[in-house]
C-alpha cells in the first residue's frame, strides 16, 4: 500500500505564493508517475501537473509558467511551488501516486483560498 499526505495549503493573496509538498510511505518503490489535481466547488477535478519516475513533466496550460512540479526520490516527496496565484486557482489540491500495477492512490488533500 502507498499512502499520501499532502501540506502546504492555506490561505494567500492575488500574486502571492505557495509551496505544497506530498509526502509518500509504504510501497514507495511501485511509484511510477506522481502528480497535482486540484477540485473546485462545484467543479470536476483537473489535473495540474504530473512528473514521473524518470523526471517528464507535464502542465495544465492554466498553470503553466506560473506553476513548478518537482520530485525528491530520495526522499519519497513530490512538491508544487505555485507563483503569481489567481482567485480561480482557489480549489483542493490533491497528490496523485500511479504505482506499477496500474492503479493509483490519492492523498486527502489540502485547500489553497487565493483572495484578498
Known amino acids: 500500500q502507498v499512502q499520501l499526505v499532502e501540506s502546504g495549503g492555506g490561505l494567500v493573496q492575488p500574486g502571492g505564493s505557495l509551496r505544497l509538498s506530498c509526502a509518500a510511505s509504504?510501497?514507495?518503490?511501485?511509484?511510477?508517475?506522481m502528480g497535482w489535481y486540484r477540485q473546485a466547488r462545484g467543479q470536476q477535478r483537473e489535473l495540474v501537473a504530473t512528473?514521473?519516475?524518470?523526471?517528464?513533466?507535464s502542465y495544465a496550460s492554466s498553470v503553466k509558467d506560473r506553476f513548478t512540479i518537482s520530485r525528491d526520490n530520495a526522499k519519497n516527496t513530490v512538491s508544487l511551488q505555485m507563483n503569481s496565484l489567481k482567485p480561480e486557482d482557489t480549489a483542493v489540491y490533491y497528490c496523485k501516486a500511479d504505482l506499477d500495477s496500474g492503479v493509483y492512490r490519492w492523498g486527502k488533500g489540502t485547500l489553497v483560498t487565493v483572495s484578498s
Open positions: 512528473i514521473t519516475r524518470g523526471g517528464t513533466i
Open positions: 509504504g510501497d514507495i518503490f511501485s511509484i511510477n508517475g
